[in-house]
Every structure is written in structure tokens, then in C-alpha cells.
């Protein structure tokens, strides 16, 4: 980790203990503008969700604990609503929580936890894995990383992948001593063709038995599960057919996920959606190209990964999002909502 990078966590978890701890967050909320802060997240940890990491997961009491203090003094809605609210005159702040992907444990852990603070909140579903009950290539990654270290999926991945470049890339990673789960998938989804990816991944699937039917039953919700969730007032948004990152794919391409996953939505909830999600939500995983698709589509709404709070009259389909994860702070995700770290932004340091 770079001296930049430690010295602005440090000035970041000071400020957050300081605005938190000493009752400031009453006062800039007061003085900053009327926001909608939208928590992102993926799973609450459950068996389901066992094995994916923890950047993809958050402990029931962790969650329940920041959405009840938050419920305690802001409006804690749906996006779909929140978007709209922030249009109109109001006094309270909004905070949304959003899911991505659309997982089982939604529906078993989340939705009780949600109903017990007695908020609701916006899943965004990647339609693939609900209508044909496949994981996509991530899941199967992890599911592999289960049976072998990253250092050994290298090695076999770069015998099967032939791919010279990104071959190159991976086993630089291991000679570098950078062999992290998280440093390989970053390079399966940026460096490898995605083909390429596919099939190498599915030899070393197979040949570890995995069972790609029992995986996507464990993880994923149904079609069923999203309409429960429907029924007790959650939104269901969009978040692609495949999860691909839509700045790779060409016009009609980027189309085809965009409005399949509305179609998808739209066929088996009987509404269409009204708010998208992104996948992976990068500034450098989306650009205008792919907005200009989403507001075409009809999406009138679309969150990406960008950090900060939205302000009226801000570009509803480029929505910036807190992720929230087992390393959540509630004394920095408050300073995110009350606007803490809005303040810096004004004086042009960015904390968050
Ligand atoms: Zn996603």
C-alpha cells in the first residue's frame, strides 16, 4: 500500500470517529444539501453465500445495526423511490440500500433482517442464472479457488488458456509474490479474453467435479424468490443478462444486455423495472456509450460504483454508491450519509 493511499485511510477513519462520535454528523447534515446516499452491497453473509469473499459479503448484525441507526434519522427507501423523492421538497435525507446480482440469501437472510428494521431496499438481478440456471464465470472461479490455492489456478489456468499475453500477465503475478484471489480475478476479468476465460475455467471446473447446477441452486434466487421479494416490497431492478462489463461489448451488444434483462424482469414480475445496476460499476466498466443505451432502454434510473452521495437535480443514470462489505464502519458510513466526506469534496480533497 502506498504512503498516499495509508495516509488518506488514516485521515479518512479519524475524520469518520470525529464526525460520528462527537454528534458533527447532526450539524453538517443540517448545512449540506438534501442528499440520497445509496449503500451497495451483494450478500448478507449466509451458507449460501459461503465461500464468496469478503467483499461480496456482510454479517446479518453488522447490516441490521447500520440500517437501524441510519432508519433512526434519515427516510431509508427503495432507490426507485429515493430517485424520485430527491426531486421533491423534503427535509430528511434519503439512504437506499441496494444488492446486486440477485442471491438466495437475499431472500432467506436479507429479507427477514430488512422486515425486522422495517425498510425495504432495491436488488438489482443479473437475469442469466434465474432463467437458465447457470453461474457465471466468477462463481465458478471461486468455486475452484474452494479446491486450490490462487498460486495453483495460475499454474493450471496457464497450461489450458492459450492466450499468450495475459498468460504472461498471470505468471508475472506469481513471480511478483501478488498471488491473491483478488489480484487473479482482476486479471480474469480485464486481461483475458473473455472466450478464452470461459473455456479454461470450465476444463478446471470440470475437471475439480464441480457441479455447475448445484452451485447456481445454492447461490442464486429463483424466479419464485424474486417475486416473494416483490410481494413484500422490495424493488426489482436490472443489473444485465450476463454480467459482462458493457464498455468491452459493442453497441448492440451492450443493447442486448441492457434491455434483456428488462425483458427478463419484465416477462416474470409482470411491471418493468425502473432502476439499473452496472455491473461492476467502474468508471472504466461502463462509459456514455452504455448510458445513452440505459436511458433508451427505458431504465430511468442506473447506479454505478462510483463513491459519494447524490444531490437533486445530479444525472440519475450515472447514481454513485457506498459499498458496503464485512469491513464496513458504521462511524464511516455515517460521514458518508451526513455528508462528512461531501465537505472535503468541496475544498477539492477527496476522502472517500
Ligand atoms: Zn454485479
Redesign the pocket.
Known amino acids: 500500500m502506498g504512503l498516499k493511499h495509508s495516509l488518506k485511510l488514516g485521515l479518512r477513519k479519524s475524520w469518520s470517529k470525529i464526525v460520528f462520535h462527537t454528534g458533527l454528523h447532526r450539524v453538517i447534515d443540517a448545512l449540506m444539501p438534501r442528499r440520497l446516499t445509496i449503500l451497495a452491497g451483494?450478500c448478507v453473509h449466509a451458507p449460501s453465500s459461503s465461500g464468496l469473499p469478503p467483499d461480496m459479503t456482510i454479517q446479518a448484525a453488522k447490516l441490521q445495526a447500520i440500517l437501524a441507526w441510519l432508519a433512526r434519522r434519515y427516510d431509508v427507501v427503495t432507490v426507485g423511490v429515493g430517485v424520485e423523492r430527491l426531486e421533491q421538497a423534503g427535509k430528511r435525507s434519503l439512504v437506499a440500500l441496494s444488492m446486486?446480482?440477485g442471491y438466495k440469501d437475499n431472500r432467506t437472510h436479507l429479507l427477514p433482517l430488512l422486515k425486522s428494521v422495517g425498510v425495504s431496499a432495491t436488488i438489482?438481478l443479473?437475469t442469466k442464472p434465474l432463467d437458465a440456471r447457470v453461474p457465471n464465470w466468477s462463481h465458478k472461479f471461486f468455486a475452484i479457488l474452494d479446491r486450490m490455492g490462487p498460486a495453483d489456478f495460475v499454474l493450471r489456468f496457464t497450461e489450458i488458456s492459450t492466450d499468450t499475453r495475459s498468460n504472461i500477465l498471470m505468471n508475472q503475478l506469481v513471480s511478483h509474490g501478488e498471488v491473491t484471489s483478488y489480484h487473479v480475478k482482476r486479471m480474469l476479468k480485464y486481461e483475458v479474453p473473455a472466450v478464452e476465460r470461459s473455456r479454461a475455467i470450465d476444463v478446471m471446473f470440470a475437471e475439480c467435479e464441480l457441479d455447475e447446477r448445484e452451485l447456481t441452486e445454492r447461490l442464486y434466487m429463483t424466479w419464485d424468490d424474486a417475486r416473494a421479494l416483490r410481494d413484500a416490497g422490495i424493488e426489482l431492478g436490472g443489473?444485465t443478462v450476463n454480467?459482462e462489463i458493457l464498455s468491452r461489448l459493442d453497441a448492440a451488444g451492450a443493447r442486448a444486455e441492457i434491455e434483456g434483462s428488462r425483458l427478463a424482469i419484465t416477462r416474470e414480475l409482470g411491471a418493468a423495472p425502473e432502476s439499473f445496476?452496472y455491473?461492476?460499476?467502474r468508471a472504466w466498466d461502463w462509459n456514455d456509450e452504455t448510458v445513452r443505451v440505459a436511458r433508451e432502454s427505458g431504465w430511468k434510473s442506473a447506479v454505478t460504483t462510483n463513491a459519494g452521495t447524490n444531490q437533486r437535480g445530479g444525472d440519475v443514470l450515472r447514481l454513485k454508491r457506498i459499498m458496503i462489505d464485512e469491513h464496513a464502519d458504521l462511524a464511516e458510513i455515517v460521514t458518508h450519509v451526513c455528508g462528512g466526506f461531501d465537505v472535503w469534496r468541496r475544498v477539492g480533497v477527496d476522502l472517500a
Open positions: 451483494h446486486d446480482d438489482y443479473e443489473h454480467h445496476a455491473p461492476f460499476g
